[in-house]
């Protein structure tokens, strides 16, 4: 054990990294903890308010954030100085994308449909930091030899060759997919070669003159989400907590 975390997280530098995402998720679990207990009327947690101002979270989170990015920065990224800017940062950045949602919508979505939102920004920034820590690089350039990586041509076609095929993902409506490709390439590329979502810009273009095509496009991405909806949001609620149907806007918060 001790082996492995020397060669694949302190020689390589990802102890930030590391310590980042632990503090990112931690920071999560707990904010969403004591939101729900909010929510509950228990406990004796309550919201920060400035006279009639109401504080959300992702304002010492902005903070947070930035302190600790520029905190890392300024170490040098190892040392002591890294490791607690690190923690920092993560702190920051679980606060600040607990209500990304309410960033999107410049509303306060905390507790409806739209919340799920951050819960979904949440999953996939830990999803893909952790593949950052498993070894992955962006764009593959992991999977490069050392000649590879010294021939300055070969690496540029490279990463263009598969961030063109996480742009046809994105393009065909499959940002899930498009986003994870650029860490593992060939999720994007099998994303660029599936059927557009119908009401993606790729099938707005290209399949305006093809019904066929059209029609398979909606009556998959009907299947698609009829299976994957429920489950999806299942698992939403279980971590973020079930929104309020129809909440008054006086309670849409906690």
Do not use: C
């Amino acid at each position: 054990m001790g082996q492995w975390w020397e060669r694949n997280i302190i020689e390589p530098g990802k102890l930030p990294l590391l310590l980042a995402l632990a503090a990112f998720v931690l920071t999560f679990v707990i904010t969403r903890v004591v939101t729900r207990l909010i929510r509950a009327g228990k406990g004796p947690f309550g919201n920060i308010t400035a006279g009639d101002v109401h504080v959300h979270h992702v304002v010492p989170g902005v903070i947070l954030t930035i302190a600790g990015g520029f905190g890392t920065v300024a170490a040098g990224g190892r040392g002591f100085g890294a490791a607690l800017g690190a923690v920092v940062f993560g702190i920051g950045a679980g606060l600040v994308l607990d209500e990304f949602a309410l960033i999107l919508h410049l509303d306060d979505v905390y507790w409806t449909e739209a919340g799920r939102k951050s819960v979904e920004m949440v999953v996939l920034t830990a999803a893909l930091v952790g593949l950052l820590l498993a070894g992955f690089a962006p764009f593959g350039v992991n999977d490069l030899s050392q000649e590879e990586l010294r021939n300055r041509a070969g690496v540029a076609a490279s990463v263009g060759t598969n961030f063109l095929f996480s742009l046809i993902a994105l393009s065909k409506g499959k940002a899930r997919m498009a986003l994870f490709g650029v860490i593992v390439p060939v999720v994007a590329v099998i994303g660029s070669l599936r059927l557009a979502r119908p009401d993606s810009p790729w099938a707005r273009h290209f399949y305006r003159r093809r019904p066929r095509a059209r029609a398979r496009a909606t009556l998959r991405a009907y299947h698609h989400d009829r299976r994957w909806a429920g489950p999806r949001r299942a698992v939403q609620d279980w971590i973020g907590g079930k929104p309020d149907p129809n909440p008054p806007r006086s309670l849409e918060r906690r």
